[in-house]
């Protein structure tokens, strides 16, 4: 979900520059040292920020000034963990606020925190909890992806409510607000995205199942298992 | 939605020849005048003057312009409606209070507050529509060039830009396709087609952005793209039109600064 240009007052766009700044700069040293190490990375990572582009591209309206639509930064933060997925998602946003003039630049800041830093934490905190343990890869990749998508969107809705606090009930009100209006739209999307996502998966297990080996975002036990379960 | 990108329009449009840092300068510039205005009259003046210069000068086509406008435009009025009813004021001309934590009310301070929301996503969007349709893409990469943003993250940015018109390709060829032999006829089918059109696209992006990594590799390929392009020189009369432009804005949101529409 993305704030639109001028939607938020300059001190607050000024605000979540300012948290998101040290996340970028730590997920640049973190990229300069994968890369480092393994320069053929960096054709997955333009892949992964060309699908995240896509994917939340996929705008459908919600009522309080912004959209909704699948994130996708859910891959990226299984595939390259959370830091990286910053700076990946960074450069996705900057490129659909200038080719679809979806988002904003002064916003920019905001939608990072919420789409980049937020959102993929809470997926990849799901899938590290889930990785080694005996919980089917598909269900993992769900749980991982639908959740980097809610969580996305919990963010965005706090950022709003800081923003715009109500008179009575302040904050909270306004909060409680904003995601009654976005779990209308987001929960059923963010379900349908961890499906979606939990299938490309299977299709990559059984087409390509180097590609995950190589990036060792599951063990070739559990890719091998899951191979010989399907 | 993937049928044209604003950078296809970019590429071709009137100020394409007008110094990029120009044309950056006029946006951001807009966009921080419209974020710092407290009336709603400068963020319109802004956006009508912005408006003008991509209809006239940039040569774009009003229809395609107007149609960027549509869904900002719902979304700006649905979201405003919302900041009225929950910002409250003094002078109250409608009240409701359905919940002891939620008050709905709508009042003169409201409107005027929402309208200038309103107005600011108007105008902001206006001046980011007007990087978008006059900007490239590889005219930004330059410049992120010259302000020393690390290396890493502008081939990043330069390898995902290439592979977003890969896939929009594969995408729109896999889904024409599918669509002939009924994959998206129901719901179910739809996400079963949704899924094995992504992850054949991850796929056929992968094997691509590989072949581009063999590709540059056999030609000598350091880590550091080749980017070629023109810094253009900054001409008087494009500078001096952005030094008016700036200006009378920043003298419209001083002037009008206590303007209210009720």
Known sequence: MHIMEGFLPWQWCLLWWIVALPCLIFGIYR????LGTDPEALPLLGVTG???FILSSLKLPSVTGSCSHPTGTGLSAVSFGPWITAVVCAIVLLFQSLFLAHGGLSVLGANIVSMGIVGPFFGYAIYQALRNTSVNLYITVFLATALSDMFTY???SLELALAYPAEIGGIGSSFILFMGIF???QVPLAIVEGIVLALVFKYIITLKPDILIRLKIFSEEKINATRSDA | MFEEFLEDIAQKNGLRGVNTYLKLA???????????????????????ILTGSILVLARVDAKTYAGLFIVPFWFALFS???????????????????????????????????????CRVMGGMSAMCFIALTTPMTDIFIVLRQCRIPEVVIDLAMIIYRTIFIIVDQVKQIYNAQVMRLGY?????????????????FIASWDAGEDLIRAMNARCYDGKFALLGETRPVEYL?????????????LVVILSKDMTII
């Open chain 1, 31 to 34: 990229l300069k040292k994968v």
């Open chain 1, 50 to 52: 060309g699908f995240i």
């Open chain 1, 154 to 156: 919990v963010t965005t």
């Open chain 1, 183 to 185: 779990a209308v739209t």
């Open chain 2, 26 to 48: 006029t946006g951001l510039g807009a966009i921080i005048l419209c974020l710092l205005s407290t009336s709603y009259f400068s963020p319109l003046f802004i956006a009508l």
């Open chain 2, 80 to 118: 405003v409606a919302g900041i009225i009813l929950v910002s409250g004021g003094q002078e109250v001309f409608w009240r409701w209070d359905p919940f002891s934590w939620l008050s709905l009310s709508i009042t003169r301070e409201s409107i005027n507050f929402g309208f200038l929301v309103f």
């Open chain 2, 185 to 201: 006829s129901t719901f179910l089918e739809s996400i079963h087609s949704f899924a094995s059109m992504c992850g054949a696209v």
């Open chain 2, 238 to 250: 494009p500078l001096f039109a952005v030094m008016v432009f700036l200006s009378l804005s920043s």
